[in-house]
C-alpha cells in the first residue's frame, strides 16, 4: 500500500535509507524534513548522498489524491476530524485550514502536514493478557499515545475470539481490522464480527441488538457521551474491551470524565514501551485488600 500511497520519489528515498518492514509513522510536512518512525522510534530520512529528504506541497497533495480515490469531496466528514482511513488499515491524521459551514467543522484544505500510522499485527504481543482473557472482564488499555494500544487490543481481540467469545469490532477508522471491500486483513480471530461505521454510538446499538455480542471492542474512547454508551453496554450484560489515551489507570480515574468508567471497568491494562504490557490492575482485587 505504501508504494501505491506515496510519491515514487519519497518512497524509493524511504525504503532505502528505512526497513519497510518496521515502520509504525511516516511524517510529511510542506519544506520540512520528511520523519518517519521505526517501531514508534522517529528520526529522519536521507537520501543516498546524505541529505534530508524534503517534502513539498505536490508530495502532500499525491497522497491525498491517493488516499481518497482522487475524491476530496466524499471524505469531507473524515477531514473534519482530522484524518483519513486507507485501505490495509493505514490512518492518515491531517493539518490545515478549517472550512466552517452553519458554525462547524465541515472539512479541511490547504493540508500542510500528514501522519501517516501504519498498522502492524503481532501475533503474541499480548500473551500477558491470556489470564484475564480466561476470567474476561470489562477492560480498558491505556498508554499516550503511539505506544502501541490497537495492536495489542488487536491481538487481545484475535485470543478472545479463539477462546470462544462473539466479539464484536466496533472499527471506526478501520484501523483494527484493515478491511478492504468489507473483509479484514487482518486476523482478528474466529468469532469475530466487525462494524464499519462513522458513528459509534449507532455502532454500539446495532451490535448489542442484532448480533449478540459477548464482547465489544473498540479503539480510542473519547468523552462522556462514549463512556455513557459503554455503561450501557455494560449494563446490557455485555462485555467491553476498548483502549484510552492516559498515563497511568491512575491519571485515567482522577480525571472527572473518565472517572465514570470506574463502576463498570475491572481490568485496567498498562502499557510500557512499544507495545508491552506493563502493569494489569485489577479492581477486584484491591476491593478484598
Request: with cysteine; net charge neutral.
Amino acid at each position: 500500500m505504501l508504494r501505491d500511497l506515496l510519491p515514487e520519489r519519497i518512497f524509493n528515498i524511504l525504503t532505502a535509507d528505512k526497513n519497510e518492514d518496521k515502520l509504525t509513522e511516516i511524517r510529511m510536512r510542506v519544506n520540512k524534513p520528511l520523519t518517519a518512525a521505526e517501531y514508534g522510534v522517529y528520526s529522519t530520512v536521507f537520501d543516498r548522498d546524505g541529505h534530508a529528504c524534503k517534502t513539498d506541497k505536490q508530495d502532500i497533495d499525491h497522497v491525498l489524491a491517493v488516499a481518497t480515490k482522487h475524491s476530496v469531496y466524499s471524505v469531507n466528514s473524515q477531514l473534519a476530524g482530522g484524518y483519513l482511513s486507507c485501505d490495509d488499515g493505514i490512518r492518515i491524521g491531517v493539518s490545515g485550514e478549517g472550512v466552517y459551514k452553519n458554525g462547524r467543522l465541515f472539512t479541511l484544505k490547504n493540508v500542510n502536514s500528514l501522519c501517516i500510522r501504519i498498522p502492524r499485527q503481532i501475533f503474541g504481543c499480548a500473551s500477558a493478557l491470556n489470564p484475564i482473557a480466561d476470567d474476561f472482564d470489562n477492560t480498558v488499555i491505556i498508554s499516550p499515545p503511539g505506544m502501541g494500544k490497537t495492536t495489542i487490543l488487536r491481538e487481545f481481540v484475535r485470543i478472545l475470539s479463539n477462546k470462544g467469545k462473539n466479539v464484536v469490532v466496533i472499527d471506526e477508522r478501520n484501523e483494527l481490522s484493515a478491511s478492504v471491500n468489507g473483509v479484514p486483513s487482518f486476523d482478528l480471530g474466529k468469532n469475530t464480527d466487525v462494524l464499519l461505521v462513522s458513528d459509534k454510538k449507532s455502532g454500539y446499538e446495532g451490535a448489542v441488538r442484532a448480533l449478540r455480542p459477548d464482547v465489544i471492542a473498540t479503539d480510542e474512547i473519547f468523552g462522556k457521551d462514549e463512556i455513557d454508551c459503554l455503561a450501557d453496554i455494560s449494563r446490557s450484560g455485555v462485555k467491553i474491551v476498548a483502549t484510552v489515551h492516559a498515563k497511568d489507570a491512575l491519571s485515567l480515574l482522577k480525571d472527572k470524565t473518565y472517572r465514570a468508567l470506574a463502576p463498570f471497568v475491572r481490568y485496567y491494562v498498562q502499557l510500557e514501551g512499544i507495545g508491552k504490557v506493563s502493569t494489569i490492575v485489577d479492581k477486584e482485587r484491591i476491593k478484598s485488600c
